[in-house]
């Protein structure tokens, strides 16, 4: 642990491999939030990519030796396909003096650490949103969306974008208590950070990770019923998302317990009551919880 050196919030230089939607929505995330100023972030490219990244002030190198010797964190934002030959070939310039980060879905701190030849590693996992974000917007702060079956959401400034995303990170062994409060800085420009043992990462993927899938499902069907009932599509879909939406919020910012909030809508005899014993007879929660584990099971049997 000899080279590990704190690295300063205030001060430090980021750099990612791999200059695909997921850096690109960091990157943005970090420099808007006035986190750090773009001269601080950088990337390399040689195609289309470069351009996206330079059009937001962000250094765009040719290599990825340069970002490696010219950053104190480095991001793997690669494919995880490509991820072991890239941490490889980059090895013999990575040092315990740099804090290196994995946003890489279903590879192991073990391996990367073995790769990298050090184990000042912190893995994070953004869900997925948190590119379509970026994906969606193509600039800042003004984002639009269609559909629930364009598997897209609909934002409208930065501040719903940090409410929505999320990120949950775990420290490699020897990656500092520092290492990861500098790491959770950079994550919460983009959304909430926890941090969990690696252990849960497959159940947090069956839950969050894979649960917009979910509830992009249930808007959809929630909107069938509405047309079922006789509304108009249109308006049967915008009250179905909108209803989601709000119900979300009421339980992350009342932190009533759910059964608490839907006890305060079903009044005796009323109508709410009746749609909740129907989804109770159909075995909703059952589902919800075997559609979780399942997710969960098929991570581990991909990692
Ligand atoms: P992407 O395809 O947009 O980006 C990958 C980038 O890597 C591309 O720009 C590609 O040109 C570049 N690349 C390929 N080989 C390279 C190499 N040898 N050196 C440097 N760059 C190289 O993918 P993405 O959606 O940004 O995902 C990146 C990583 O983030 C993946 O590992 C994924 O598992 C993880 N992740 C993504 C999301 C998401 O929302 N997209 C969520 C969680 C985790």
Known sequence: MANITPISTESCKI??????????????????????????????????????????????????????????????????????????????????????????AGVKLKDLQEWAGHSRFIRVMPNTPAAVGVAASGMPFCLFLLSPYSARVYIRDDSFLKKVLYTVITLGDAATKEDGELISKIFGAIGKVWTAQEKLFDAITGLSASGPAYIFLAIEALADGGVAAGLPRELSLGLASQMVLGAASMAVSTGKHPGQLKDDVASPGGTTIAGIHELEKAGFRGILMNAVVAAAKRGQELS
């Open 15 to 104: 750099g990612f491999i791999g200059a695909g939607k997921m850096a690109e929505s960091i990157a943005r995330g970090v420099i808007n939030s006035g986190v750090l100023p773009a001269s601080n972030v950088r990337t390399a490219h040689l195609g289309l990519r470069r351009t996206v990244f330079e059009s937001f002030g962000t250094k765009v190198f040719d290599q990825n030796s340069q970002v490696v010797q010219d950053s104190d964190v480095v991001i793997f934002s690669v494919k995880p396909q490509v991820v072991k030959d890239v941490v490889l070939q980059l090895r013999p310039l990575l040092s315990e003096k740099q804090l290196l980060v994995s946003v890489v």
